[in-house]
């Protein structure tokens, strides 16, 4: 069983172009524009309107998180935010947690910035944590999120059928997974 004080000590992770370190106040810049892109909200289905002092607010809060991690994404080259990747909803009984990535806007988008964090953050999160399962949601519509979480392991588990209600069209939600054992190419 997975202790639950998991993230006392949030860890930086570093790839060959990025460092993902611990989201926190610096980070609202970045964020907020990245709140701001149409395509970024639709494709995390974010229906939600954030006004600048709530997003402060959250950010202050996530160091000192026990039970999930929260990282910017920053480009190591030039210090650039390019969107945030978490690991949430850890169940340490089960030795599981969800997953999620927003990239800041369609400018970094085919990349490979996701591939690489999420790589990074999988290989922490079986490697160092010990954890046996990851699990995420992508939506119907965002195929190229789907490619690159193949590309990492993750696997197809089911489908919750019009999951989400986006500008008058329901969508379908894939549920997919990894397993410590499983291979990550």
């Not at 926190?24 to 524009?33: I, L, N, Q, T």
């Not at 969800?98 to 953050?121: D, M």
Request: hydrophobic fraction near 40%; include cysteine; glycine fraction near 10%.
């Amino acid at each position: 069983m997975i202790a639950g004080n998991l993230f006392a000590q949030q860890s930086t992770l570093t790839t060959d172009r990025l460092r993902l370190e611990p989201l926190g106040p610096e980070h609202f810049d970045g964020m907020w524009a990245a709140l701001q892109d149409p395509e970024g909200r639709r494709l995390t289905g974010t229906h939600a309107v954030f006004a600048p002092e709530q997003i402060r607010s959250w950010l202050q809060t996530r160091a000192g998180e026990v039970d999930r991690a929260d990282w910017a994404i920053i480009r190591a080259e030039d210090g650039v935010y390019l969107g945030e990747v978490v690991l949430n909803d850890l169940d340490p009984d089960n030795e599981s947690m969800g997953f999620r990535i927003a990239l800041s806007s369609p400018k970094v988008f085919g990349q490979g910035y996701g591939t690489e964090a999420t790589r990074a953050v999988l290989s922490h999160a079986f490697d160092d944590l010990g954890l046996h399962r990851i699990e995420l949601e992508v939506f119907e519509f965002n195929p190229r999120a789907q490619r690159v979480y193949e590309k990492c392991g993750f696997v197809v588990e089911g489908r919750r059928r019009e999951a989400l209600h986006w500008d008058g069209e329901w969508t379908d939600a894939i549920s997919m997974a990894v397993l410590a054992g499983d291979a990550r190419p």
